[in-house]
């Protein structure tokens, strides 16, 4: 951030009044800019005990294999969200079963979280930004070719779950060891 | 938003190649300026089976009693900042014991999540932001002046639980029945 969204003049970084944080903050009409993190929302789409992934045809991770999920949008819960990528990436209508894993991602200021669904009538496809999607069995899942790592430590706490055919809420985080300060 | 923030030229709204919503576009280094929903991070902080709330200091709702919570900041986990916020504004230290609440807030772009916490050392007291802070026994919490309808429907939710001393992770939303679309 270089600009003020407000006015247009420059911004600079300095601790506002009451604040305990750098801030972007308009050298003109003093208007404070927050930063904030980003929610990533997604499903587990299960379908006759295999799980749907979706190989991503775009940048970063082409080729490799993901739970459908994006960044949720302005005025749309997190159920929506996930609900919508699922549509977008996976051309799936599914049923939401509940909350799954909440994975925070604290050094690229990023929430994921995952639900778990069950897909309406076993129909999916490839949206436009998958090159396929594919029923996985619970002992095929192409792990060397997993996208992210939210996506690989939900699908690895999913697949001791399913065992026991008991689903926890699982919140924990993946932290970069070589993570930078904000 | 007025002003691209990268180049400080005018921004138009218009919906770019390739997506399907309006986003803020600037005209001359055709940045994309997305827009995504904030997270509200606080706990429920108990000690000796009553509830710490408090009473708020500033606007909006001023004088009103509520849980701790506030905007999650950037390279901070959501159990960080719900920790944060409890130290901020009732100056206690919490164990958190789990994640309890998840309520969408669409027509404001905000997700409240509420932890379950007990204090540390049964210490607390005023923050900046708060006038007073107290324990409540379950029978008086003061209803009429509670600040937020997350913090309302939360505590709802707890009461329910204590009683049982079995605690869910509850997931609904509050949708405005006048919402104006995004
Ligand atoms: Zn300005
Ligand atoms: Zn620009």
């Not at 604040?19 to 930063?35: A, F, G, L, M, P």
Request: with cysteine; charged share 25%.
């Amino acid at each position: 951030m270089k600009y003020c969204s407000t006015c247009g003049q420059p911004v600079e970084q300095r601790i506002p009044e009451g604040d305990n944080r750098h801030r972007y903050v308009c050298i003109s009409c003093e208007t404070i800019h927050y930063q904030n993190p980003r929610i990533v929302a997604g499903t587990v789409p299960v379908w006759e005990g295999r799980i749907l992934l979706c190989r991503r045809a775009i940048e970063p991770r082409y080729g490799y294999w993901t739970l459908p999920a994006g960044f949720m949008e302005n005025a749309e819960t997190t159920i929506e969200a996930a609900a919508r990528e699922t549509r977008e990436e996976a051309l799936a209508e599914v049923d939401i079963q509940g909350l799954y894993s909440i994975i925070d991602v604290p050094h690229i200021n990023q929430v994921h979280m995952f639900y778990r669904a069950t897909l309406k009538d076993g129909l999916f496809g490839a949206g436009e930004e998958s090159l396929e999607s594919k029923l996985f069995e619970p002992g095929d899942i192409p792990w060397d070719e997993i996208s992210f790592p939210t996506v690989r430590k939900t699908l690895e706490l999913f697949l001791v779950d399913m065992k026991s055919d008991a689903y926890n809420v699982h919140v924990t985080d993946i932290r970069h060891p070589m993570a930078k300060k904000a």
